[in-house]
């Protein structure tokens, strides 16, 4: 499609799909490919699914996408739940297309042919599959939607100002300690206020979940959870070994920064409030709004790669990008991508504070090596598993760390500092909140008060810094009631802990040589989903997180950037 006929994002009106139709389409292509043995026809059989996929899913995309664009307009919500409704039904038929292709008998060609990655993640599918589940499925997703909507409907006021979760955020890199401290005390109240609702959902979830592992005849959600997050190449015995990684080599460092913190703050310790405000300058703030902000990241990514400064004038220009935050629209960032006009659409909540850079690029990067990826030849190709997709994200914030002197003037080097940091501090929360779920689904019939239990245990062991105060909701084990991945997407929170060890060695690299550095990010974003996990690392000349001294070279490089002794 060339750059004329791409439609505007607004302009784009996928009608709601007829399941029986659907169901016609693909219950003809599965008996046609069953009975097919001709490796051309095959072929042929196979690329006309993966269009009927391409095209269903771009109408999937766009409802989640305008669903979270406005959470409280009723046709879009009535879209949505007719979404949650069918989906199941859809992933049915489909299921049974990547059923008849494992067991075809021209399967060692068809490998050959479209690589044998899509086979694998197709097993994988089909392990996690089957009709008995279809109604506890509508019901998870159902369940989601009344957390994303709770959360996206939230109301308070802050200092005679109304907001919403997205809004209060801003107020965490505030410089004074009083109004960082009083705006959490805020946000926390709306969770206290909603917690039963929260811990209801959550259960209700737990229970939906288990049932479908169990009628899969799996031993508990985890292995569905590993089985959906399509985990080809690696297992929960790898991510303990990281997990011990975390706890010998991490969380001293990052107990270490935040003595340091404390230090620079003049405090005896970090409290929650805290956190976020890395020195006692004012927080690096972009230094202009939305508009001025895409200017200057314009610029630098045409100075980066010019195919990616292509790329996001091309987003601006038709409408691919919602980024400002407003009342109704659902807390977060991410980005999706319409197959059917080959383009990523990023939706995100700019709040005016140097998050809005990290989200910006972050989600930048997903969208470029989508558009890297988007002719490759099967549906499942387009974009990575999510492990792997975190590498170009994560990756891209850090080759595009020079953006901050265009962004942030005299601020640029603090900015910098602080990513390298903040992200640095991230590894224990994400493995934090990893570990919890696999407690979580391990022991399906404990109660709220035992998972608020389970939380300490892991915040204790992973974040023994970290201080609520009289943050009374957080403190009693219910910080995760914020996190939407856990209501979400379980499992996938572990995968931006094994992105970002990849895009810390891109880093680590990048101070000595950004060219070497950018040639692995591009080797990365070009493999599309073509490689699992592992594989893709190798081929890019990365260390895989599970292995060796991985999380030895971060250490090493953050300590040098950051001039902190060995402890
Ligand atoms: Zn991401």
Redesign the pocket.
């Known amino acids: 499609m060339s750059r004329e006929q791409i439609p505007h994002f607004d302009d784009l009106h996928l009608s709601t799909p007829d399941v029986g139709q659907i169901e016609q389409t693909i219950g003809a292509l599965s008996a046609q490919l069953a009975a097919s043995d001709d490796l051309e026809g095959t072929d042929a059989l196979v690329r006309r699914w993966d269009d009927e996929v391409r095209s269903v899913e771009s109408w999937r995309y766009l409802v989640e996408a305008r669903f979270h664009q406005n959470t409280n307009d009723e046709r879009l919500k009535a879209e949505k739940k007719t979404l949650d409704e069918i989906w199941p039904q859809i992933v049915g038929f489909h299921t049974r297309v990547k059923r008849a292709l494992l067991q075809h008998r021209l399967r060692p060609e068809l490998e050959a042919r479209f690589g044998k990655t899509a086979f694998d993640l197709w097993d994988l599918d089909s392990r996690s599959y089957a009709d008995e589940i279809q109604s506890d499925l509508a019901r998870e997703s159902e369940l989601v939607s009344e957390y994303v909507q709770l959360t996206g409907s939230a109301r308070f006021v802050f200092r005679g100002e109304d907001h919403n979760l997205s809004s209060i955020v801003r107020y965490q890199t505030d410089p004074d300690r009083g109004t960082r401290r009083g705006a959490e005390t805020a946000r926390w109240q709306w969770f206290a206020d909603n917690s039963e609702t929260i811990d209801r959902i959550f259960d209700d979830l737990v229970q939906v979940r288990n049932r479908m592992a169990l009628t899969l005849g799996l031993r508990s959600f985890i292995e569905l959870g590993y089985l959906r997050m399509q985990r080809v190449d690696f297992t929960q015995r790898d991510v303990e070994r990281l997990r011990s990684q975390v706890v010998n080599q991490l969380v001293p460092l990052c107990s270490q920064i935040r003595r340091d913190q404390a230090a620079r703050l003049g405090l005896e310790a970090i409290a929650y409030w805290d956190e976020q405000v890395l020195d006692a300058a004012p927080a690096p703030r972009p230094q202009g709004p939305p508009e001025w902000i895409c200017d200057r990241a314009s610029e630098g990514f045409d100075e980066l790669l010019p195919e990616l400064g292509a790329l996001f004038g091309l987003m601006r220009e038709r409408g691919y990008l919602d980024l400002v935050a407003r009342d109704g629209k659902a807390p977060g960032g991410?980005?999706i991508s319409v197959p059917s006009v080959g383009m990523p659409f990023i939706f995100s909540n700019f709040n005016g504070t140097a998050q809005d850079i990290v989200v910006l690029v972050?989600?930048m990067?997903?969208a470029f090596q989508y558009f890297q990826s988007r002719d490759l030849p099967l549906y499942d190709y387009l974009w990575p598993t999510?492990e792997s997709?975190?590498i170009t994200?994560?990756g891209l914030e850090y080759l595009t760390l020079p953006l901050a002197t265009r962004l942030f003037g005299s601020g640029a080097e603090r900015y910098q500092r602080q990513h390298v940091t903040q992200n640095l501090l991230f590894i224990p929360y994400g493995v934090a909140v990893d570990e919890f779920q696999h407690l979580v689904y391990a022991n399906p019939a404990a109660t709220p008060a035992e998972r608020h239990q389970m939380w300490r245990e892991v915040e204790r062991r992973y974040l023994p810094s970290r201080a609520f105060g009289e943050l009374a909701h957080p403190a009693a084990g219910r910080f995760w009631h914020m996190q939407r991945h856990i209501f979400a997407v379980p499992f996938y929170y572990i995968d931006?802990v094994l992105a970002l060890t990849a895009a810390k060695q891109i880093w680590a690299r990048s101070l000595d040589d950004s060219r070497d550095a950018v040639g692995r990010y591009l080797a990365v974003a070009r493999q599309g989903g073509r490689l699992p996990f592992q594989q893709l690392l190798r081929s890019a000349g990365l260390q895989s997180p599970f292995e060796g001294d991985c999380l030895q070279m971060i250490v090493d490089a953050t300590r040098r950037t950051l001039n902190l002794d060995p402890i």
Do not use: K
């Open positions: 991410f980005c972050h989600e990067g997903h999510m997709a975190e994200s994560h931006y």
